[in-house]
């Protein structure tokens, strides 16, 4: 094994480490199906099924946090015309406080919480978001309103929403995003697929007797590592920043682009170089930033996955025609220039890997996956001895809040 093969099976195996375990998913699914069985049992008719990054093969563990978060539909067999948004999101939160189990569900804008401490001996919450089905009328508007992906608007749900003590729908649509993301990501795991379950079958023995039993959800894609890796590596930059919480881009944007951009990338391509290729691709969109819609056009004419008409930046949730990904660039003008500089911090750090010396290699990883993960790791050991008089890279040395 060359140098540049070891590093690329090390940040492999790191990232495997932040994912979910094959038994802490197959609990997880027991607890929201738990959830769903009792409900019904106490006259909720309805439906749960994951969202996010559980459906989506995504999860990465959270910097600031011992445990995972498992985002949630609660879909109510109810039609909208025959409910209001507050009725169906106290109905669940009324059965829930007449639950010895469940009484602590605590109340969010969208969601109720279930925590748990059970799972694996890592803490598990579970976002749970009442919904119904979305109207014929408003199916029929986005439809119209769609430009590409119409055939996903039908599984459209109107989700409730609290302000303060008012309720309210709002269309969402995370069935279609999922189906749409698995589309793309389709090719991506059929490529040495058979080999891939071998191993998860061979590493989780004590869970599947055969590479038939393995749930789908448990594979990793070429396209879902790189998401993960973007994602950590975002968690970790942001967490740094001052008002990074306020900056960092949303999993969507991330997960939207890198997908968007993979769907033309040579389906055999490793996670390396499918990361290379989203990220130089995605560099190109930055000239956004100083340059008006009409000349980027000209200069980059097939470019057209985000736009910035009129100063307004603009990715459309592919699943969801109302759902401009962007909006919050477009109320905060520091978000744009600061996810163009995160990216530009990942090119450079995963771009150690093929040119960086093996301390170079460990502060670019300390950088990616944070300090104190990496040098807790084994897998390090040999580049942290080379590093012992290297300062750890830094992403604004001036300020108190950087490395």
Sequence with gaps: MTNIEKRRSDILKLVKSLDITPSMHINAVEKYQAVANYLQDHGIKCDIYPQGSFALGTVVKPINKSGYDLDTICELFTEKSETTA??????????????????????????????????????????????????????????????????????SIAITKKTDETYRWSTSNPKGYIKWFNKI????????????????????????????????????????????ILKRHRDVYFNRRKNGKELRPISAVICTLAASIAENAPKEYNPFELLDFITNELKIYSEL????????????????????????????????????????????????PEFFKWLSVVINDFNTITTGSDAKFFAAMENAFENNYVRSSSLFEDYRKCQANTKPLSINPVKPWGY
């Design 86 to 155: 507050k009725n169906v999101k106290t109905s669940v939160g009324n059965v829930f406080a007449e639950s010895e189990r469940y009484k602590n569900a605590i109340e969010y804008d969208k969601c109720w919480t279930i925590n748990y401490a059970d799972i694996s001996n890592c803490e598990f919450g579970i976002d749970i978001v009442p919904a119904v089905d979305e109207d014929s009328d408003t199916k029929n508007i986005l439809v119209s309103k769609s430009s590409s992906h119409t055939e996903l608007i039908d599984t």
């Design 185 to 228: 990501n389709e090719p991506f795991k059929n490529y040495d697929r058979n080999n891939r379950r071998l191993i998860i079958l061979e590493q989780n023995r004590a869970l599947f007797n055969s590479v038939e039993e393995i749930p789908e959800m448990l594979e990793r894609s070429s396209l879902q590592i790189v998401v993960q």
């Design 289 to 336: 930033s100083n340059m008006e819609q009409i000349r980027f056009t000209q200069k980059h004419a097939q470019k057209n996955l985000i736009t910035r008409e009129k100063g307004k930046w603009v990715l459309m949730n592919p699943a969801n025609p109302n759902d401009n990904l962007l909006d919050s660039w477009n109320e905060n003008p520091d978000k744009a």
